[in-house]
């Protein structure tokens, strides 16, 4: 009986594992017509400066809609297009179409809204991103100051030399660089010295989940003190409701995101909420 059990949880197992496996390779190898075939669309996530809530900018988050594997979370197939050396091309593509955008965007509302457009690990270990992120801005004619390029703590640290240089490149070119996720990897803030960084993200889960002993406020506000000693400004992610709102704002955070304040949207209904939202100085 127990043999008849283990060849069942066996055979359980096996059939996860090849349907992960074709699943997966299904995903690499239509990952290589994606572009050509226009599968890839942004969505923007409305960023808020939390003192006056009034919109600043937005994060471009990539979405993909695959005709038989529906909509592809870009967490699902950015670790494929890394290993499979389709990330130089496909964040390229980001880079331009959030550029063009945002350009058109400021244009068409009168607004001088900011940009952030996620790099990859990947991305950052090679320099033809600073070639790429330089072409984009002449391109269309956007201010460098309007796009902020977001970096996870791992990719910076997983090759600090390597990451400092080309960050150090990208920074003359005189966008703004943030760290992305912060609090969920290597969590320090002494490794930052190394790295022009202008922006520091909090992660949802940061917000949300705080350690035993001392209230989340206080440990909140005292790494946002901290960041600010250091010269970073300061964004909370993940903001889901009201409570959230009111903490970060307690905290000092700059700006925040959240689905409370908004979730992103396609750059078609972008335009009307920017119009509404945006306050007049
Ligand atoms: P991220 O850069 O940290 O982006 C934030 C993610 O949290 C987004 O998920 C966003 O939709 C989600 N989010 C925003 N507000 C809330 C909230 O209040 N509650 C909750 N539960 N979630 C919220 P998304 O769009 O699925 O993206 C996942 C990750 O994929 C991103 O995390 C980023 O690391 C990566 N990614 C997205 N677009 C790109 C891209 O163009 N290039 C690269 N390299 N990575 C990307
Ligand atoms: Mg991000
Ligand atoms: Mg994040
Ligand atoms: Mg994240």
Redesign the pocket.
């Known amino acids: 009986h127990a043999k008849a059990t283990d060849t069942n949880r066996y055979m359980f197992f096996e059939r996860l594992m090849n349907e992960q496996a074709t699943r997966h390779m299904l995903i690499k190898s239509a990952l290589r017509r994606a572009l050509d075939r226009n599968e890839f669309v ?2 923007y ?1 409305p960023r808020v400066t939390l003192k006056t809530m009034s919109i600043c900018g937005m ?5 993909w809609d695959h005709p038989d594997l529906g909509m592809i ?3 699902e197939f ?1 670790p494929i297009a890394e290993d499979s050396g389709l ?1 130089g091309a ?2 390229h593509w ?1 880079l331009d179409e959030a550029c063009r955008h945002t350009r058109h965007l400021n244009e068409t509302t009168d607004c001088r809204l900011s940009v952030s ?4 690990a990947q ?1 950052l270990r090679d320099a033809e991103v600073v070639t790429q992120v330089a072409e984009v801005l002449e391109k269309w004619q956007l201010p460098a100051e309007l796009l902020e390029l ?1 970096l ?1 703590e791992t990719a910076l640290v997983k090759d600090m030399d390597r990451s400092a240089d080309v960050l150090k490149k990208l920074k003359s070119l005189g966008v703004l660089l943030s760290v ?2 912060f609090g969920t990897g290597y969590s320090g803030l002494s490794y930052l010295k190394r790295f022009p960084m202008d922006i520091l ?1 909090l ?2 889960s940061f917000i949300t989940q705080q350690p035993e002993g001392i209230t989340g406020h206080e440990f909140i506000k005292a790494l946002v003190d901290m960041a600010h000693a250091l010269k970073l400004s300061v964004v909370a ?4 409701n009201k409570d959230l709102l009111r903490l970060v704002q307690e905290c000092a955070c700059d700006e925040g ?4 304040l908004s ?2 949207m396609p750059f078609s209904s972008l335009k009307e909420f920017v119009l509404k939202h945006h306050n007049v100085e």
Do not use: F
Request: no cysteine.
């Open positions: 942004l969505h996530q994060e471009a988050l990539i979405r979370s870009p967490a950015i990330i496909i964040g980001v457009v996620n790099l990859s991305q977001e996870t992305d996720d993200k992660d949802r992610e993940g903001i889901e995101q959240g689905y409370y979730k992103p």
